[in-house]
């Protein structure tokens, strides 16, 4: 997956948000907490991508090559994916979507109504 369609999926998350940080991260929020990352690489595969997964998804995942426990966030159960090819866009897309629903769940009940996901 390259960073553009790794923006437009997340763009298609309800009230998903982009910012750039760290110095030319793509960096996707929900109610102001980090989802998902596209850690910016000058080669053609478009950058590292990492995410919040559940504690079973990180068990499963960090086992997979080309994903690592995300630095940083692997305490917090984000993998880093470090090959293009260590999951298809399905699967992965798959994973997006259920990272922004584990960090949306975990929003306070007030911001969960606030975005109407409550």
């Given at each position: 997956?390259?960073?553009?369609?790794?923006?437009?999926?997340?763009?298609?998350?309800?009230?998903?948000m982009?910012?750039?940080q760290?110095?030319g991260?793509?960096v996707?929020?929900?109610?102001?907490?980090?989802?998902?990352?596209?850690h910016?690489?000058?080669?053609?595969?478009g950058?590292?991508?990492?995410?919040?997964?559940?504690?079973?998804?990180?068990s499963?995942?960090?086992?997979?090559?080309g994903?690592?426990p995300?630095?940083?966030?692997?305490?917090?159960?984000?993998?880093?994916?470090d090959?293009?090819?260590?999951?298809?866009?399905e699967?992965?897309?798959?994973?997006?979507?259920?990272?922004?629903?584990?960090?949306?769940?975990?929003?306070?009940r007030?911001?969960?109504?606030?975005?109407?996901?409550?």
């Amino acid at each position: 997956m390259t960073r553009d369609q790794f923006d437009a999926f997340c763009g298609t998350l309800p009230k998903s948000m982009h910012v750039i940080q760290w110095g030319g991260a793509s960096v996707w929020k929900i109610g102001g907490k980090i989802f998902a990352i596209c850690h910016h690489r000058a080669d053609a595969s478009g950058g590292k991508i990492s995410f919040k997964c559940s504690d079973l998804s990180y068990s499963l995942l960090i086992e997979v090559p080309g994903i690592l426990p995300a630095p940083y966030l692997a305490r917090a159960k984000w993998v880093q994916i470090d090959q293009a090819d260590a999951l298809s866009d399905e699967d992965l897309k798959a994973y997006l979507a259920n990272a922004h629903k584990l960090i949306a769940a975990n929003l306070s009940r007030k911001l969960q109504a606030e975005l109407g996901l409550a």
